[in-house]
């Protein structure tokens, strides 16, 4: 069984960063399109971040100028840099792994931004 393993998740002040990691040791990072969601309590799971498998990113408004998404190919880790974090930004984020069966998931890490 494939496994999503994320962390870096925590509580930081708004105005505050943070660096997530997603990391498998069963599949290959650079082969695949490979997501970071978030879903805060009681509202929808949103797609943050895209990195894809050439190296393209991209970012929907609410996080772009203040997210980056990258790829370390040697260390097989997606990471997702949060700056300028927000209270709105308090999620669970999930890294994803899109294929042509059932997408691969993570189980999640908690970052909460609140002073």
């Known amino acids: 069984q494939v496994q999503l393993v994320e962390s870096g998740g925590g509580l930081v002040p708004p105005g505050g960063s943070l660096t997530l990691s997603c990391a498998s040791s069963?599949?290959?990072?650079?082969?695949?399109?490979v997501r970071w969601y978030r879903q805060a309590p009681g509202k929808q799971r949103e797609l943050v971040a895209t990195?894809?498998?050439?190296?393209?990113?991209n970012y929907p408004d609410s996080v772009k100028g203040r997210f980056t998404i990258s790829r370390d190919n040697d260390n097989n880790t997606v990471y997702l840099q949060m700056n300028s974090l927000k209270p709105e930004d308090t999620a669970v984020y999930y890294c994803n792994v899109l294929r042509s069966g059932p997408d691969y998931w993570g189980q999640g890490t908690q970052v909460t931004v609140s002073a």
């Open positions: 069963a599949i290959i990072f650079s082969c695949y399109l």
């Open positions: 990195i894809f498998s050439g190296g393209t990113t």
